[in-house]
């Protein structure tokens, strides 16, 4: 909550060039446990290297989120697709239909699994995006979870 207080007062500054394809290896290792727990195969397709300029603290804050979401809302033996393209991060993973309003994954302590989750990951990942100006998006479609991270607003690309 306390993150959250910060990004609405803009109090994040220095930011930093960070090369997300390099922060998002970084991420897959740290959370190797827990991919290899649940059996998760993990596909990647980086076509494209995004670099973005960004709070070091707050770019692997948006990683770390999306990628637990990723694996916590993933079915045993599932998949994790993660790609960029065109400026845009996208990670899906596979998992069973929502049951209601997906509007509300990006509210304050919303969460699916209320006995696993406070409900603060996905909010967090649409506050960091908003204070930077990058639109995050989601949609379910053949049987997956999509979250696309538009960088267009800032961004530099090799």
């Given at each position: 909550?306390?993150?959250?207080?910060k990004?609405e007062?803009?109090?994040?500054?220095n930011?930093?060039?960070?090369?997300?394809t390099?922060?998002?290896t970084?991420?897959l290792?740290?959370?190797s446990?827990?991919?290899?727990?649940?059996?998760?195969t993990?596909?990647?397709d980086?076509?494209?290297?995004i670099?973005?300029?960004?709070?070091e603290?707050?770019?692997?804050?948006?990683?770390d989120n999306?990628?637990k979401?990723?694996?916590q809302?993933?079915?045993?033996?599932?998949?994790?697709?993660?790609?960029?393209?065109?400026?845009?991060?996208?990670?899906?993973?596979s998992?069973?239909?929502?049951?209601?309003?997906?509007e509300?994954?990006?509210e304050?302590?919303h969460?699916?699994?209320?006995?696993?989750s406070?409900?603060?990951?996905l909010?967090?990942?649409k506050?960091?995006?908003?204070?930077y100006?990058?639109?995050?998006?989601?949609?379910y479609?053949?049987e997956?979870h999509?979250?696309?991270?538009?960088?267009?607003?800032?961004?530099?690309?090799?």
């Amino acid at each position: 909550l306390t993150l959250l207080s910060k990004l609405e007062n803009k109090q994040f500054n220095n930011p930093t060039e960070i090369n997300l394809t390099e922060l998002i290896t970084q991420h897959l290792n740290y959370f190797s446990d827990f991919i290899e727990n649940k059996q998760i195969t993990i596909s990647t397709d980086f076509s494209q290297k995004i670099i973005i300029q960004m709070n070091e603290s707050l770019a692997e804050i948006l990683i770390d989120n999306l990628l637990k979401n990723a694996i916590q809302h993933n079915i045993n033996s599932g998949k994790i697709v993660i790609s960029t393209n065109n400026n845009v991060l996208t990670i899906s993973n596979s998992g069973t239909a929502p049951k209601e309003s997906t509007e509300k994954y990006f509210e304050r302590f919303h969460s699916q699994t209320p006995n696993q989750s406070l409900g603060l990951g996905l909010s967090i990942v649409k506050k960091i995006a908003e204070y930077y100006s990058y639109s995050v998006t989601y949609n379910y479609q053949k049987e997956a979870h999509q979250i696309n991270v538009d960088f267009n607003q800032k961004i530099k690309t090799t």
